[in-house]
Structure formats: C-alpha cells, structure tokens
C-alpha cells in the first residue's frame, strides 16, 4: 500500500554532511521526499515531539542532544513507506543493526543514532503533522 512517513536526520549525521547520502539510500530503498525542511529544533519542539518518552531516563540527553544542532525532516512516500523507512535506517541501538542499514554505518551510539523514523501509521500521521502542513506536501505526478 502507498503509505507516508516521518524521517528525521539527526544533528550528529547533519554535522557529518551526511544528508546526500541518506537521501540517497531513502531514494534507492523506492522512498519518494515529497516535503523537506532544515530547522534547528527548540528545547519545546524536541520535548513535545518525543513526548511518548518523557520520563524515561535517556530523555534529558536526548532532547539534549536533538536540540544541539540543525536537523533535516522529510516526508517519504513509497509502497510500504513506513516499515522500508525503518528498514533501511536499521535498529536503535547500532550494535544490533543490520549491516548495511544508515545506524549500523553511521550511528556512534544508541542516543547519536543518525536518523529517526515514524513507528506505525498513526505516529507517521501525528509526526508529519507536527511539522508539515499539507500544503508542504508536494504531490508527485510522475
Ligand atoms: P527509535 O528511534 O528506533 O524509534 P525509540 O523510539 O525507542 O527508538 O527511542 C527514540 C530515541 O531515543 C532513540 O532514537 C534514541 C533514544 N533512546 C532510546 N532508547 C535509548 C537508550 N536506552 N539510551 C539512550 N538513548 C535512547
Ligand atoms: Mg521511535
């Protein structure tokens, strides 16, 4: 089915000059950027967007480190989007990704993990809605 996601390049992989190439490997995976936008979050934009882990003993760091640098989020469209997304980007923590996949290449640690990607249609749909209107969404005709 033709499904959404959200992606998010991290500050450390932006830091990397790193975006060519994850845009690359989101291209080749069939994935389609139909919005794209460079921002450096607020201490408030990370909070409410990883609301779900408030209160978890990595989320001071993580907001920490999501808020320390610019980052790049996209809409990906493609067969399948949501489950290719998280395919190609490989598992939280590097030591258990996939060789091949963006973290088991690029990801320092479980927290500098390079890329996020939408869990399940419902987080796809809050989290491309907390950063895009639908007018962002550009439409592909081809
Ligand atoms: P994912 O990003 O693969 O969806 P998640 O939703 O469980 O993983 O966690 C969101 C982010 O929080 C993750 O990319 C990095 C950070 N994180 C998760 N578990 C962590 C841990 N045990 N230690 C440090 N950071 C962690
Ligand atoms: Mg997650």
Redesign the pocket.
Known sequence: MLERTFSIIKPDAVGRNLIGDIYHRFENAGLSIIAARMLHLTREQAEGF?A??KG???FD??IKFMTSGPIMVQVLEGEDAIRRH?EV?G???PKKAQAGTIRADYAA???Q?AV??S?SVTSAEREIAYFFSDEDICIRTR
């Open positions: 990883y779900e882990h978890k003993p990595f760091p993580l998280r980007i598992a939280t923590d640690s479980v927290q993990n996020h990607g869990d």
